[in-house]
């Protein structure tokens, strides 16, 4: 039991010279939030159909107290929303902002099943009601080498499971996104490549991991859904197609599950997506990324980090792994 009563205050230790002061984030915040509203952000953002449980949400004490930082600057709120992998809405970047208005998100329903005693269903209130939320600063690093720093609100997935009690032949989670086609329009075109729903999976142990996070909101609002609303999974240290979103099931399984992107060019995306500058993916090294925003003039490029900087904290789950082969 060990690995579900530790808590994720145990975890990553921030050297102080690496938190940002109060009054410079507040600042920031301010000033992000002024510009996001110069350039009709916030308008934007707030258009979307949120579920109202989660609109009359007050993010504010999660977003005071966290002790998560990334040390760095944070990726402006437009940037981070504006492009998007979101495959079900289209496969340009700007897609995803463009049409993923469409998907209805009130009501959501959860369903955890599988190796678990106790299988059911939940709303997306019971979620959020349920779980105190926390803001986490996390390093996000896809696999295409882009990368930004975003502030999401969620809480520890493994309380989630820890409700359902998966059962001692549990080795994996599977998760599985929304599939419905009338509000998706990425999934109607000839050109869709994946066999729909999108789907992800996680060992027991990383899924329970402390840094594992299920959000619902990212800079002090709730998720807009192009990233994912209502509820997306986040796994700072490992690829960006590993964090599912809009998730709608999730099954304890003792198999390795089927993966979309595993299952689409198992050469090029394998099941652990561990961040890994030193294992390049077969048409592009992955010893860099470009840090959003960034353009053609000013790539704004940074080092990539083993485990996206989080090694400390993961390492010791892949001990005596080649993850060279384990990629
Ligand atoms: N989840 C679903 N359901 N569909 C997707 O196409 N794309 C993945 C991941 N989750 C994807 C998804 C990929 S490839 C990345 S890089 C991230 O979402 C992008 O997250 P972002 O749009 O919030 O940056």
Same mark, same amino acid.
């Given at each position: 039991?060990?690995?579900i009563?530790?808590?994720?205050?145990?975890?990553?230790?921030?050297?102080?010279?690496?938190?940002?002061?109060? /009054?410079?984030?507040?600042n920031?915040?301010?000033?992000?939030?002024?510009?996001?509203?110069?350039?009709?952000?916030?308008?934007?953002?707030?258009?979307?159909?949120?579920?109202?449980?989660l609109?009359?949400?007050?993010?504010?004490?999660?977003?005071?107290?966290?002790?998560?930082?990334?040390?760095?600057?944070?990726?402006?709120?437009?940037a981070?929303?504006t492009? +998007?992998?979101?495959?079900e809405?289209?496969?340009?970047?700007?897609?995803?902002?463009?049409?993923?208005d469409?998907?209805t998100?009130?009501?959501?329903?959860?369903?955890?099943?599988?190796?678990? +005693?106790?299988p059911?269903?939940l709303?997306?209130?019971?979620?959020v009601?349920?779980?105190?939320?926390?803001?986490?600063?996390?390093?996000?690093?896809?696999?295409? =080498?882009?990368?930004?720093?975003?502030p999401?609100?969620?809480?520890?997935?493994?309380?989630l499971?820890?409700?359902?009690?998966?059962?001692?032949?549990g080795?994996?989670i599977?998760?599985?996104?929304?599939?419905?086609?009338?509000?998706?329009?990425?999934?109607?075109?000839?050109?869709?490549?994946?066999?729909w729903?999108?789907?992800?999976?996680?060992?027991?142990?990383? =899924?329970?991991?402390?840094?594992?996070?299920?959000?619902?909101?990212?800079?002090?609002?709730?998720? @807009?859904?192009q990233?994912?609303?209502?509820?997306?999974?986040i796994?700072?240290?490992?690829?960006?197609?590993k964090?599912?979103k809009?998730?709608?099931?999730? +099954?304890?399984t003792?198999?390795?599950?089927?993966?979309?992107w595993?299952?689409?060019?198992?050469?090029?995306?394998?099941?652990?997506?561990?961040? +890994?500058?030193?294992?390049?993916?077969?048409?592009? /090294?992955?010893?860099?990324?470009?840090?959003? @925003?960034?353009?053609?003039?000013? @790539?704004n490029?940074?080092?990539t980090?083993?485990?996206n900087?989080?090694?400390e904290?993961? =390492?010791?789950?892949?001990?005596?792994?080649?993850? =060279?082969?384990?990629?």
């Amino acid at each position: 039991m060990s690995r579900i009563s530790r808590t994720w205050r145990s975890y990553p230790r921030i050297d102080s010279s690496e938190i940002t002061p109060e /009054s410079v984030w507040l600042n920031r915040r301010n000033l992000m939030k002024t510009a996001a509203v110069a350039a009709g952000i916030t308008a934007a953002g707030e258009t979307v159909a949120q579920p109202k449980v989660l609109k009359d949400l007050n993010f504010s004490s999660a977003v005071a107290n966290t002790p998560f930082k990334a040390g760095e600057d944070l990726t402006p709120y437009e940037a981070a929303t504006t492009y +998007n992998n979101f495959y079900e809405f289209g496969t340009d970047k700007s897609d995803p902002a463009r049409y993923a208005d469409a998907m209805t998100t009130d009501p959501w329903e959860i369903k955890v099943g599988g190796l678990v +005693n106790k299988p059911g269903k939940l709303y997306l209130e019971d979620i959020v009601n349920g779980f105190d939320l926390e803001e986490r600063i996390y390093r996000f690093r896809c696999v295409e =080498a882009w990368s930004m720093v975003v502030p999401w609100i969620g809480f520890p997935l493994s309380k989630l499971l820890e409700r359902f009690e998966p059962t001692s032949e549990g080795k994996f989670i599977e998760f599985k996104t929304l599939y419905r086609r009338s509000e998706m329009r990425g999934t109607r075109s000839f050109t869709s490549i994946i066999d729909w729903p999108y789907r992800e999976g996680l060992r027991l142990d990383e =899924a329970m991991h402390p840094l594992t996070l299920m959000t619902v909101g990212l800079y002090g609002k709730t998720l @807009p859904n192009q990233s994912g609303a209502p509820l997306r999974l986040i796994v700072p240290w490992k690829y960006g197609f590993k964090n599912i979103k809009s998730i709608v099931e999730i +099954n304890v399984t003792d198999r390795q599950p089927k993966t979309s992107w595993q299952d689409l060019a198992p050469q090029e995306y394998g099941f652990y997506a561990n961040v +890994n500058p030193e294992v390049s993916h077969p048409r592009w /090294s992955q010893a860099y990324e470009r840090r959003l @925003p960034s353009s053609l003039f000013n @790539p704004n490029r940074v080092k990539t980090q083993m485990f996206n900087g989080y090694g400390e904290q993961v =390492a010791g789950m892949y001990k005596g792994m080649d993850l =060279a082969n384990y990629y």
